[in-house]
Every structure is written in C-alpha cells, then in structure tokens.
C-alpha cells in the first residue's frame, strides 16, 4: 500500500472546529477517488466521507452531516476534511485513503477493502 500523508489532527472541545488535509506526493492525484476514514479504540474503522475523483460529487455519514465536510484540490494535489462542532464521540484516528478505477464524478464506496491507499493516520481527541 503506498503511502498518503495526513495532517491537522489535534485535541479540541466539544463544539470546536477542525481542518484535516491529505496530500498524495509523487501521485497522479487525479486518477484517485478519496475518501476519510476513522477508527476508535476497540473499534472497527469506520466511514466518514468520500468524493468523487473531480470533487463534483460527495457523500457523507449519517453520523457526521451537517456537521463536516470532505473537498479536494486538484491542483494543490489535496483532500480536505473540515469538521464543525465536534463531539466526543468524534474521537478517533482519521485516515485517507484512495482508490483508483472509478469514473471522473462517481463517488468511490463506503468500504475500507475498496481502497488500495492508505495515510498513516492523524489523532483527533474532542474533550467534552
């Protein structure tokens, strides 16, 4: 698995903001569809946005709409995750991942196994 680099992570009250990024060095970035993961203790990793190669189409969990937002820039060669009045139950490790062979404005799936590229993981603790 290569290797996407995350950042942005970090310890904020319940209610704060944060911003997350994921850059892909030495990738054809746009060949990728990408998506955020995150994964609690004990827990199994679990969905939190996609979007599609072109940045046309996203889709979001239940459990975080309204409240965080995937984007990419396709010239700065990068994805977002913008996350407004975090929860406790926000807490987590939140990985990127992308996958390739999906079309320019199809939004890749909610499953971890369809990803073939992974970043290392950036830790977000939401106090209450």
């Known amino acids: 698995q290569r290797q996407l680099v995350e950042s942005g992570g970090g310890l904020v009250q319940a209610g704060g903001s944060l911003s997350l990024s994921c850059a892909a060095p030495g990738r054809t970035f746009t060949l990728y569809a990408m998506a955020w993961f995150r994964q609690a203790p004990g827990e199994d990793r679990e969905f939190v946005a996609a979007i599609s190669r072109n940045g046309a189409t996203s889709l979001h969990a239940d459990s975080v709409k309204g409240r965080f937002t995937i984007s990419r820039d396709n010239v700065k060669l990068a994805l977002y995750l913008q996350m407004n009045n975090l929860k406790p139950e926000d807490t987590a490790v939140y990985y990127c991942?992308?996958?390739?062979?999906?079309?320019?404005?199809?939004?890749?799936?909610?499953?971890?196994?369809?990803?073939?590229?992974w970043g290392q993981g950036t830790q977000v603790t939401v106090s209450s």
């Open positions: 991942a992308g996958r390739i062979g999906t079309s320019d404005s199809v939004v890749p799936g909610r499953t971890a196994s369809e990803y073939g590229d």
